[in-house]
């Protein structure tokens, strides 16, 4: 172990600049990322192909997005069984509800440019709303932000919001005249709305002066090169276009494709895996917070904003592979579900399904993964076979792992010394007002006495492991035993340990 500094040495230098905050954003430590996922592509195409057998799809493609490059894809099976047109990753599948979160991103990109706010009422821009009487007297508006959170109060509405995709806005304003039902009083809970997001939908045509579907087109789409992505399918290539299709009495059939209306806006995108791959690079992209320049269609603050659990669902279990539960914790953000599990590992997703089609896109944020698969087959539940490739991919990834700031570095080897001897703790300017106002300097420098003596001599200090800017802790292994130290610091200017905690650790 390393001759241990005095105390007055170290803590010279606390009045300094470079105790200053100087924030350092998590980083990849692993290397050859895309390589190792590379390497397990066998591994994936045998996980797609199987599920694509097993769940009779005609045809589907996927993709994987590392580091916001499309690293690997594959399509199977046909998008045209009549014609036997292959599958790729450029085939156009429509991407159903994925196309939610492409909505919310307008409504951000709307915000940025300060032409609405996300808490102003829905009737402000759709006055047909107001025809519709609230649940109860006491209801509070509803705003924006209850539309992109599914928070409205309007019943579950999948069976039937799937056959409003061609409707008109004009329709759409006929049955906002004419008065809807609510199953709730906005912002009590979660109920899944397609009538929520067509609202949307209005809402930018409304604000932005163009179809909603110019406006994406031209601020989202355009942007990202998107080229082949088409909201109507009559205008998608026809060697491209995926038919859709429903399994019946061991046959397909094939279903009638549905044009774009007003609905679109919930679940209109006609898109290919190497199109939507450069959307979920944006997001992505997105993490970790940082200093770089913006290069997305909307701001990374904005992206962040999207990705949080805005509106909590419930609980559920995803097990383990060993079978063990795992329970996880589910939201729903703006246009894109949130998923925390058991390990803390967090999801970004969405699904899509309408009839011929079913979809899911996914993120780890922190491990800087995507992955998107897309099918031709009714209600296609591709966020299985997403999850079976991702649990595949993460044997060999792993998250970003944040470096520790120079002030909790500092404020940590000052600290040391201190530990094994209390003399003159009160005055070393280490510590806030609070500190030994909580516990006074006799019972902290008697419980680590006490501690030191059980785990005998130091002979090594670990690295500092920062849970964040501020806040940290360290081991110190003894002949006996080892002590755990943690601590957490101040939100002033020059922060100083407000927290310590020291305790015998198991090995």
């Excluded at 493609?61 to 047109?85: E, H, M, P, R």
């Excluded at 680590?448 to 501020?470: D, H, M, S, W, Y």
Aim: contains cysteine; neutral net charge; proline residues 6%.
């Amino acid at each position: 172990m390393k001759k241990l500094v005095t105390p007055l040495l170290l803590l010279a230098g606390l009045h300094t600049a470079a105790a200053q905050v100087s924030y350092q954003p998590p980083v990849f430590t692993d290397e050859n990322r895309a390589q190792k996922v590379s390497a397990l592509i066998p591994a994936v195409e045998k996980i797609y192909k199987e599920y694509a057998e097993k769940n009779h799809l005609p045809g589907m493609a996927w993709g994987i997005v590392v580091d916001g490059k499309l690293v690997a894809s594959n399509g199977y099976g046909y998008t045209d069984v009549a014609k036997k047109v292959a599958a790729t990753p450029k085939s156009l599948f429509r991407i159903a509800s994925m196309s939610k979160s492409i909505t919310a991103m307008g409504i951000l990109k709307l915000r940025e440019e300060g032409k609405l706010k996300l808490d102003d009422p829905v009737a402000l821009y759709i006055p047909e709303l107001k025809k519709s009487p609230a649940l109860t007297k006491d209801a509070p508006s509803i705003t924006i932000r209850h539309l992109l959170t599914h928070a409205a109060g309007f019943p579950e509405d999948n069976p039937w919001g799937d056959r409003q995709l061609a409707d008109t806005e004009q329709e759409l304003l006929d049955l906002l005249s004419t008065g809807i039902a609510y199953s709730n009083a906005p912002g009590l809970t979660y109920e899944y709305s397609n009538l929520g997001f067509a609202m949307l939908g209005r809402i930018i045509s409304v604000v932005s002066g163009k179809p909603y579907q110019q406006y994406l087109n031209e601020r989202i789409f355009k942007p990202l090169s998107m080229e082949n992505t088409v909201w109507e399918y009559e205008k998608a290539p026809a060697p491209l276009l995926a038919h859709g299709y429903r399994y019946e009495n061991d046959a397909w059939s094939e279903e009638a494709l549905l044009h774009d209306g007003i609905y679109g806006a919930m679940g209109g995108v006609i898109t290919s895996v190497e199109d939507f791959a450069r959307y979920v690079a944006v997001h992505l992209d997105a993490w970790p917070p940082r200093d770089d320049r913006e290069t997305g269609p909307v701001p990374r603050h904005a992206v962040r904003e999207m990705h949080h659990p805005w509106n909590f669902t419930g609980m559920f279990n995803r097990p383990k592979k060993d079978g063990t539960p795992c329970m996880a914790a589910s939201a729903y953000a703006y246009g894109l579900a949130w998923n925390r599990y058991c390990d803390g590992k967090v999801s970004i997703a969405h699904s899509g399904g309408l009839p011929g089609f079913g979809s899911n896109w996914r993120i780890l944020p922190e491990y800087g993964v995507g992955i998107i698969s897309c099918a031709n087959l009714t209600y296609a539940n591709m966020g299985y076979a997403n999850s079976l490739v991702l649990d595949t991919l993460l044997t060999v990834l792993t998250p970003r792992k944040l470096p520790v700031s120079s002030v909790l570095e500092q404020r940590k080897q000052a600290l040391i010394p201190l530990l094994t001897n209390w003399s003159g703790a009160e005055k070393s300017g280490l510590f806030a007002e609070n500190f030994f106002a909580d516990q006074s300097v006799a019972l902290r420098e008697k419980h680590c006495r006490e501690v030191f003596a059980r785990v005998g001599k130091i002979t090594r200090i670990t690295a500092l492991i920062p849970e964040n800017q501020l806040r940290g802790a360290f081991r110190m292994e003894g002949e006996k035993g080892t002590i755990q130290v943690f601590f957490t610091l101040t939100p002033e200017h020059r922060p100083l340990i407000q927290q310590l905690d020291v305790w015998e650790a198991h090995r």
